[in-house]
Structures are given as C-alpha cells and as structure tokens.
C-alpha cells in the first residue's frame, strides 16, 4: 500500500484499495466529472469500460477498446489486431462518467466539415502513439477538418453556474487556425454570441489574445474570443508553450475564472490567470450551454490541429489544491514518447527509389515532372534525367523528425510535399506549414509489400498514386483520388536503392 501526501487512498468495501484518478480526485473534491474522455486510460480508478470505438477501413466493422485493467491504460493491443493491414479511425470517444456524454463525429454547423454531408473528418486511429508507463496507448491527432461533439450532453454547466475542466495536449502539435478547443459549446453548432462558450483553447491563433512570447498558448475559447486573462488583448502572464505534454486547466463561474497550466511530464501547475471575467459584454454573466467539442470551434470552424490524450469536465468550481492532486496523477501516469515509424527501415542521407506495387503499376516509381509528383516506369535502361527524376535523398522529417522528408535529387533543395491533398515538388519557404507538409510517416505496407507512408499532419492520408498522379489520400472519402478501391496496393511502395 502507498501512502503519501500526493496518493490519496480509496477503499471500497473492505479490501480494494487504489490510487485515485483524476475523477476520484475531483469527486473527493466536491466537484465530480460529469464527462471524462481518454483514449489512453481510464480516469476512474474503479472504471473498466468503454474507452473507444475504431471502426477499419477494410470492412466497415467496428471494435471497442477498454482498459488492459480496471483504472489502468487501454488496450491498444486490441487496436493494433483489429488494423492490422488496413486503415482505422476512433469513430467514438466514450464518457467515463456514466452519464452517456460521449463523443461523435461533429456535425455541420456555422461552417461545414470537409465530407460530403458537411460532418467533420474522424480521427486517425494511429496518428499519435505514445507509452503511458512504457505501455503504448493513441491519442486522438486532430488534423483541419476533424472534430468530435456531442450537442445533447447531460450534466454540463449552463448559464453563468461553475465549471472546471482540463486536458492533456500534445504541446508541439498546433496551428494558427480557429480552433482547437476542448470544452463547453452552443448546443447547435453556431456562433450564438459572446459568452455561449467555455472551452480550453491551444495554438497561435492571435486573431483574439495572445500570451507571452509569439505562442502558442493555453487560452480559453468564451466564443468571439480567444482569451488569455481580463484584458481581452493580452496577458504576458500567459507563457508560450514546448512542453510536449502539455497539461491545461480552465475553470470559470460567476465573474471568475482561471487558466493555468503545467508539463504533464514533471513538475506542478502554474497559474497563468485567476480572477474577473474579460471586460467585454457579454461575458458576465456567462450564458454557456453545455455542449461538448473536441478540437473544433463552437461553430464548427476546423482550421485548427492538435493533439488530445485525455479531458474532463467538472460540475462546479473545482479547488486549486484538487487540480494539483489531478497534475500529480498525471505525472504519476509517465506520459513518453514512442516510435511514429514501422516497416522497413529508412535511413538519413540514403538515395532512394520508391516503386508501386499495384498489380500492373509494379514497374512505375515515384517521380517528378516539373512540380508534379507522379508515377513513371524507370528502369536501367532509361535516361539519366528520368532516373534523377526518381531518385530522392531521404531527410530527417523537417516537420518532425521522427519522421522523414523526401528531397529531389535532381532539384536539391525541394521536397515532396502536400498542398491540397495533391503532392507538389516545392522549394521550401522556411514555414512551420511548409515543413509540416513535407513530413511523411512510413509504415509497414498496407498490402503486405514495402511501406505505406502517411502524411504526418494527416495520418488519416497516405502517399498513393492514382491516374498516375500522387496524392495524399484517405482510405475511402470525398475525392476521386479518395477512392477505396484499391487503396491498400495504391499506397504501398517498395524502397529501393535510387536510380542516380
Ligand atoms: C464503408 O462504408 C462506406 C460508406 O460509409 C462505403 O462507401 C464503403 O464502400 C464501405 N466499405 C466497405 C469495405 O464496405
């Protein structure tokens, strides 16, 4: 048995004795969860179900993933089986709390998703990996255009009544664009007006407030506003962010509000505002209504990109001294990073070929004529340029480098990147987009040959050539090149020694 000052006991019934999570903390608190969403554990000590729901490109099927034990991490290992050789997507994000406030695709709002019938994307099921005390469980990576909601949640702050929240982000995965939020919003996907709003909010958004430094920061999205303390401008005391596990809290009610903050790795929260509402109208009072998004705006906007692990929602205010005992769990939790890569290897600084295997294509390679990437057949026999033309250096990913980048070999200095979906060969401009862009993910080959190679910023896409044409595509979905019709052997590709 462990007993310090940061374990608090609980004991049910005579003999079962656990360190409490997150939401035994806050109902020891006096402020209980009324929506807990993880992919990556449990946040009850006593919960042993439903974490997640996948759902594989393959055959439409879907599957869900629980905890390996009661209070412990998911199971991944189930994931892993149930996608081997096919793509797969978290279709639901269940509520720990028992109150049914789970998570679903978002539908169209003020601004519509990118599929057909306006609903946001879904989620890779395998685009954030990382090990919770070695053990790896996934994150939900959000790409522009994804999100997750739920407009019928029960349980949730309405009005001006208190609230707390917080969420354990990737601290180098985000964007400028509005926004990735995690929290209270209009129950019908509209901008509704000030203060119909109560969610955290991470990225370099500055269209609103900004912090210290040029970002990105934790603020909290009140609707019609990013805001980083009560000067609805800025507040210097509000820290840019490299953490890469990044915890966040915020908590409002009647004319008060916090933000605060911390490495969800080490060490204790900071607080980076507490005090009065913005000195703007329409923010005191609150006029929240109790809708629940993931990593979009209350309207629906889905520019933005982060990165989620896990979150609650609280009934009330909870105190300072709860939300430290949350952190120290946190920590106690041992959030790492692991591998982003499988398959056969790729090696910094090698010359590479990268050839198709769709049966018939088998002798086309990825090449470049001008800026566009296509597929052409090369052999020995073909001339110099056209095997310059399909060679490539392999890079450390610019964007990340637990991935790679893909540079000419004939145009040094320009990469394989996306733009639209469509793959470019582009000189870089030195931007955090451009970087991002060129950074691929390989894997082991969908069709059992080689590699696939996701978009790291899109790890729902994947490098597949189609019409001969290379794009980035999902496994089923809007465009022609979209098509899941042959989508595994399309994206597949055997590396070889390059041509020049
Ligand atoms: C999966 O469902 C989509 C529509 O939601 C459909 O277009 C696709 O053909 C289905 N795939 C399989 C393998 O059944």
């Not at 692991?338 to 090696?347: E, K, R, V």
């Not at 733009?419 to 991002?436: I, V």
């Amino acid at each position: 048995m462990i007993h310090s000052s940061s374990s608090v006991l609980l004991v049910v019934g005579f003999a079962l004795v656990a360190t409490a999570a997150p939401c035994d903390l806050y109902a020891s608190g006096g402020t209980p969860c009324i929506a807990a969403h993880s992919t990556t554990r449990a946040l009850y000590s006593a919960y042993s179900g439903q974490l997640y729901q996948v759902k594989r490109g393959s055959d439409n099927t879907t599957t869900i993933i629980s905890p390996l034990s009661t209070g412990g991490v998911a199971n991944a290992a189930v994931q892993d089986t149930f996608c081997a050789s096919t793509t797969c997507l978290i279709t639901v994000i269940y509520d720990q709390s028992g109150r049914g406030n789970h998570l679903t695709q978002a539908p169209p709002g003020g601004f519509r998703g990118p599929e057909s019938n306006g609903y946001d994307n879904l989620a890779s099921a395998t685009g954030a990996p990382v090990t919770l005390d070695g053990k790896k469980v996934y994150g939900v990576f959000i790409s522009p255009g994804t999100g997750y909601r739920n407009n019928a949640a029960s349980g949730t702050a309405t009005g001006d009544s208190a609230e707390g929240m917080y969420a354990v982000f990737d601290g180098t995965h985000y964007n400028s664009g509005c926004c990735f939020d995690y929290g209270n919003a209009e129950t019908n996907s509209l901008d509704t007006g000030n203060g119909h709003m109560e969610a955290l909010y991470f990225g370099t958004n500055t269209a609103w407030g900004t912090g210290a430094g040029s970002g990105p920061w934790l603020m909290a999205d009140l609707e019609n506003g990013l805001f980083s303390g009560q000067n609805p401008k800025n507040n210097a005391g509000d820290p840019s962010i490299s953490f890469r596990f990044f915890t966040t809290i915020l908590k409002g009610g009647p004319n008060k509000w916090a933000i605060r903050g911390a490495n969800a790795a080490s060490g204790p929260l900071s607080t980076y505002y507490n005090g009065m509402r913005p000195s703007v109208s329409g923010y005191n009072p609150m006029h929240k209504e109790g809708a629940i998004i993931l990593g979009i705006g209350g309207d629906n906007s889905v520019s933005a990109q982060g990165t989620f692990y896990e979150g609650v929602m609280t009934s009330g205010y909870p105190t300072d001294a709860t939300e430290n005992s949350v952190q120290e769990n946190i920590v106690a939790a041992k959030y790492a990073t692991t591998s982003l890569t499988s398959g056969p290897i790729l090696t910094v600084g090698s010359s590479i070929s990268l050839r198709a295997t769709t049966p018939g294509y088998t002798t086309r390679y990825l090449a470049h004529t001008g800026s566009t990437i296509n597929t052409q057949v090369v052999d020995s026999s073909s001339s110099t340029s056209l095997k310059q033309q399909a060679s490539w250096t392999v890079r450390a990913g610019l964007g990340n480098n637990a991935c790679f980048s893909f540079e000419s070999k004939d145009t040094v200095g320009n990469y394989i990147r996306h733009s639209a979906f469509e793959l470019k060969l582009s000189a870089s401009d030195g931007s955090k987009q451009f970087k991002e862009d060129a950074t691929f993910c390989p894997q082991s080959g969908l069709n059992g040959q080689g590699n696939s190679i996701r978009a790291w910023g899109y790890p729902t896409r994947y490098i597949r050539h189609y019409s001969n044409v290379a794009y980035i595509s999902s496994n089923g979905g809007v465009h022609s090149f979209d098509q899941a019709a042959s989508f595994n052997d399309d994206s597949s590709w055997v590396i070889g020694s390059s041509f020049a």
